[in-house]
């Protein structure tokens, strides 16, 4: 299963559209996905239009059907289980050594 990220790449110039950038030149604001932005945009580089744009996509781990289930990790990718794993297994290890440092 793929969701979208947001971020489109122009097939004319390779220019990414990155919504944590947005387009100041449209006026476009941060945060934008390019799914949202109008129909008249054109890419800042070629000039070409929305249409050639080649949306990103990531893949999320598990079957379509077992996304709604369990406690939201089903519909995170694999980086960010990851991501969550090792976060949580440093911040325990941290915590026990300050633990231990208390007596």
């Known amino acids: 299963m793929t969701v979208g990220t947001g971020e489109a790449e122009c097939k004319g110039c390779g220019y990414t559209y990155d919504p944590k950038n947005g387009d100041p030149d449209y006026p476009v604001s941060k945060g934008t996905q390019f799914?949202?932005?109008?129909?008249?945009?054109q890419c800042p580089v070629c000039g070409g239009q929305k249409d050639i744009f080649i949306t990103k996509q990531k893949?999320?781990?598990?079957?379509?059907?077992?996304?709604?289930?369990?406690l939201g990790a089903n519909s995170m990718t694999g980086e960010q289980k990851s991501l969550t794993i090792f976060g949580s297994l440093l911040f325990f290890f941290v915590l026990f050594i300050l633990g231990y440092f208390l007596n």
């Open 35 to 41: 799914q949202n932005l109008p129909d008249d945009w």
């Open 59 to 70: 893949e999320v781990a598990g079957f379509a059907e077992n996304q709604g289930y369990g």
